[in-house]
């Protein structure tokens, strides 16, 4: 079955670490994002991605970043600059930007110990 | 930039009560989507609306886009348990770069 997968599905870091979260679609999708999600709240765009080898920031990119060598794939690393990283990270597809739904992965919890 | 608020925040019925979330826009959008995510789940597309004034059904489940293009509705008739979650709306911005900006959601809580 088509899907987007995230793993790990919870992760737990210390502080002053940098932590890379996975997202991987067999979809065929051309556009891919991420999403921050915190208790009680909606989903804040981190990045996206139009098409591989393509990536623009979203409305909250300070302290993340990203890379899309592959089509498939559209990894989010957290970096130590990220003041407060703990939420649910959720990666999201789409066939393309402009008008389609988008397919959501079931999400990375991440904890700052 | 352009928010997208939802009201109510929360809302609590009782099964078989009516619930209705409104979407606002403060800019004109070219298209609107709604989601779900059920507690602890991720979330699930639902429907998009295109034009002004659509209206679309699913089962219980009506869909309302304004004519100024620049609100929706959800509203749910005789809820279930199963209709227990948040409920967002997702809106595209005319000509403003095509990507989403999610609403604020409304938790549904039904009882029995």
């Known amino acids: 079955d088509g899907g987007i997968t995230q793993s790990p599905k919870y992760l737990f870091r210390k502080e002053g670490q940098n932590v890379t979260l996975s997202c991987e679609q067999n979809?065929?999708?051309?556009?891919m994002y991420w999403y921050r999600q915190d208790p009680g709240q909606g989903l804040r765009l981190i990045y996206y991605s139009q098409i591989v080898n393509d990536f623009q920031k979203g409305d909250i990119a300070e302290g993340y970043s990203v890379s899309r060598e592959k089509k498939e794939s559209f990894p989010l690393t957290v970096t130590s600059a990220q003041k407060n990283p703990t939420a649910f990270y959720l990666c999201a597809s789409s066939i393309d930007i402009q008008t389609s739904g988008y397919t959501f992965g079931s999400g990375t919890r991440l904890t700052v110990v | 930039g352009q928010q997208v608020m939802q009201i109510p925040q929360y809302q609590h019925v009782q099964e078989g009560e009516d619930f209705t979330t409104y979407c606002n826009s403060s800019?004109?959008?070219?298209?609107i989507q709604w989601y779900k995510q059920r507690p602890g789940g991720h979330p699930v597309f639902l429907i998009q609306?295109?034009?002004?004034?659509e209206v679309k059904k699913q089962k219980r489940l009506t869909f309302q886009f304004g004519e100024a293009k620049k609100n929706s509705s959800l509203h749910i008739t005789a809820t279930q348990t199963t209709d227990v979650g948040t409920y967002f709306c997702?809106?595209?911005?005319?000509?403003?770069?095509?990507?989403?900006?999610f609403g604020t959601g409304t938790q549904l809580k039904v009882e029995l």
């Open positions: 997702a809106g595209r911005v005319t000509g403003g770069g095509n990507k989403l900006t």
């Open positions: 609306l295109v034009k002004s004034g």
């Open positions: 800019t004109t959008l070219s298209n």
């Open positions: 979809l065929n999708h051309d556009a």
